[in-house]
């Protein structure tokens, strides 16, 4: 049995099928069913159940499936960070972020990390999904994904760095821009421009406004907070997003930002796999980062 020999078979497991990961590491299928056979032969048992349509897991092959995981991803881990031990200040940094994130959250973390580590370097994979971003981080391809944080998830580590409070983006002509104050009650007529139902901050504020006994009714849809900010501005809805400095659409309207204090604030932060096994750029950049949103909170004008 060698790490070659599990990694192939956590590769089969995630493909179902051998022909997929013969081609992804450009070797025979034969190739691909040795590693697996070999695997089998020291362990007595069946890992694979073979199917027209491809293979599965047998009971006993998951079993080995969830300890190889977790043990070719901390050796992995353990690997770069040796690596970047001996290299000094070289290396990367992966990171998982939504679409919105590196301008709202990391732009002066971005420039203040390449002044100090100039042969570092930072490798982004945008995302509008933090399952995605989960899943990203068990499998050890990113060292850091930057999500909304609801809950707890198995097998990571989630770091809350900032609770954004909930505005209402509405035009200045719009006859909600000038009241003093917006209740829960103020929701219920809105022309809402929602969310994508698969982003967490979406579930948290469909969850929120539920026990408040609010349900609103959405004919637009977008796929980023952005976006419903900007179509806000152009006069199609009102949008109710987290409160971030966000640009204007340049068309002559004006955005009003209103405080909704009712709304339950946005947790959002850090998911990584293990705080104690990130390598040392991984965790510098991190660090900045938390001290940005510190010093210069990403809240929009609200009123």
């Not at 047998?58 to 995981?69: F, K, N, R, V």
């Not at 933090?130 to 050890?140: C, I, K, N, W």
């Not at 969850?207 to 952005?226: F, K, M, P, Q, Y």
């Not at 390598?279 to 929009?300: G, H, K, N, W």
Request: charged content about 20%; aromatic content about 6%; glycine content about 8%.
């Amino acid at each position: 049995m060698t790490f070659d020999d599990l990694r192939v078979f956590l590769a089969v497991c995630q493909a179902g099928n051998l022909s997929a990961v013969a081609r992804d590491l450009s070797c025979t299928q034969p190739a691909v069913s040795q590693h697996v056979k070999r695997l089998e032969q020291a362990t007595g048992v069946r890992l694979l159940e073979r199917r027209p349509d491809g293979v599965t897991p047998t009971p006993e092959g998951l079993l080995l499936y969830a300890a190889a995981s977790d043990g070719i991803s901390g050796l992995d881990l353990a690997l770069r960070r040796l690596g970047e031990f001996a290299r000094g200040e070289a290396g990367s940094v992966r990171l998982h972020t939504g679409a919105t994130t590196i301008r709202h959250f990391m732009a002066d973390a971005i420039i203040e990390f390449r002044g100090q580590f100039p042969r570092a370097s930072l490798d982004f994979r945008t995302t509008v999904s933090s399952r995605q971003s989960f899943d990203a981080v068990l499998e050890g391809s990113v060292d850091l994904a930057w999500v909304t944080i609801n809950g707890t998830v198995p097998g990571v580590e989630l770091r809350p760095v900032v609770e954004l409070p909930w505005v209402l983006a509405v035009r200045d002509d719009d006859p909600l821009a000038h009241r003093s104050a917006i209740g829960p009650e103020d929701l219920t007529g809105i022309r809402h421009i929602r969310l994508p139902e698969h982003a967490a901050s979406r579930r948290h504020l469909d969850t929120a406004l539920t026990r408040l006994g609010i349900h609103l009714t959405s004919e637009t849809g977008v796929t980023d907070w952005n976006t419903a900010v900007l179509l806000a501005e152009l006069g199609i809805g009102h949008a109710v997003v987290p409160a971030l400095r966000y640009n204007s659409a340049a068309t002559g309207g004006r955005l009003r930002y209103l405080a909704l204090p009712f709304v339950s604030p946005l947790p959002v932060g850090w998911a990584v796999r293990r705080w104690d096994a990130l390598t040392p750029l991984a965790r510098a950049f991190a660090d900045l980062v938390e001290q940005q949103c510190r010093t210069s909170p990403p809240d929009a004008a609200i009123r």
